[in-house]
């Protein structure tokens, strides 16, 4: 059984995984391990380009075009609103799409979220045209200031990009998930492993965006494959309605009419 | 042929006086899917052929990568 299709900024999508491009082995292991997330958006990225490798750069871009995937380029590595502002200018310029998954980072060493900045270059981007996809802390006030903002989606992080971590504060992330029912919220960055996709899908996230889990798993494809059922069951789960949880057991075969009743304290 | 000094990618380079944005690409390895930014500002294709390389220009080719 399928989850039900959701919708992101108005484009209908039927996988709940957004799929990182970037570190795999090699050009085809990322094709296989895009395909086999089943993922229908792709997240990348632009550099200045270096003359002698623009022959590579070439083949990254045929293969991603060739996945016909929807594009979300990023603002990776800024550390200013002004850096990401420009870099999202130039991202539209380049990949033809008003998405950007919007980064501003405060702090190089677990690359956490500038909130202060991040706000600032959402503000403006909105009012350029843009459809921003923060990646955020998950800071239930940030959430929503980015909310009032006007961004349909945001993308709280479960952990540091990278860290395989898991859902660090699985109570912020519900938190959040009550107090903005009618947003698209997807865990980006920091899931390690499908167990941690389930769990945010079971919180009620519409997604997931990963890269690192599925890129340096040792065998990709398998790993994208696992990704994409576990989103789906979590989705399913959450659709289906988690039962509550009990402080005293419960017995689930019938006591009625049983032959022979043995009274226990 | 008098020649200018631009920084290309960050790089001081040589090119030759009176070349436009058309000439440039034309002559040199840039190619696939890239834009043109030049002084932080973004060049529409529409204006290769009349946007021109002067002294100190910063010339930037921006080009798709993987990303997460």
Redesign the interface.
């Given at each position: 059984m399928q989850a039900s299709n959701w919708q992101v900024y108005g484009t209908e999508l039927q996988s709940r995984l957004f799929i990182?491009?970037?570190?795999?082995a090699s050009p085809q292991m990322?094709c296989d391990a895009i395909e086999a997330s089943k993922a229908q958006v792709v997240?990348?990225?632009?550099?200045?380009?270096?003359?002698?490798q623009?022959?590579a750069?070439?083949q990254?871009?045929r293969l991603?075009q060739k996945l016909d995937c929807h594009l979300l380029?990023?603002t990776?590595g800024c550390y200013s609103a002004a850096e990401a502002v420009?870099t999202a200018?130039?991202a539209r310029?380049?990949?033809e799409t008003d998405w950007i998954k919007l980064e501003v980072l405060g702090d190089s060493y677990n690359l956490q979220p500038d909130p202060f900045a991040l706000v600032e270059a959402t503000k403006t981007l909105i009012s350029e045209g843009f459809k921003v996809f923060p990646y955020c802390t998950d800071d239930l006030v940030v959430c929503q200031k980015l909310a009032d903002l006007g961004c349909e989606v945001l993308m709280p992080w479960g952990a540091p990009?990278g860290t395989g971590q898991g859902l660090i504060n699985p109570y912020a992330l519900e938190t959040i998930r009550k107090r903005l029912p009618d947003l698209t919220l997807l865990v980006d960055a920091g899931i390690g492993k499908p167990s941690d996709a389930v769990q945010a899908m079971e919180l009620g996230y519409d997604g997931i965006l990963l890269?690192?889990a599925v890129a340096e798993a040792l065998e990709p494809a398998m790993m994208a494959s696992a990704f994409a059922q576990s989103i789906n069951a979590g989705r399913l789960a959450y659709e289906a309605g988690v039962m509550p949880k009990r402080t005293n057991a419960k017995p689930s075969t019938p006591t009625l009419d049983q032959p022979i009743w043995q009274q226990h304290d | 042929m008098n020649s200018i000094t631009i920084e290309l990618n960050a790089v001081e380079t040589t090119v030759n006086a009176g070349m436009s944005v058309h000439d440039y690409i034309q002559k040199s390895d840039v190619g696939g899917r890239f834009i043109i930014v030049m002084n932080d500002q973004i060049i529409p294709k529409s204006d290769y052929a009349t946007a021109m390389l002067n002294e100190g220009d910063k010339f930037d080719v921006m080009s798709p990568i993987s990303g997460g």
């Open positions: 990182g491009s970037a570190l795999y990322m997240t990348l990225s632009l550099r200045r380009q270096i003359p002698t623009s022959s750069d070439n990254f871009w991603i380029p990023n990776a420009n200018m130039m310029e380049l990949f990009i890269n690192t | -």
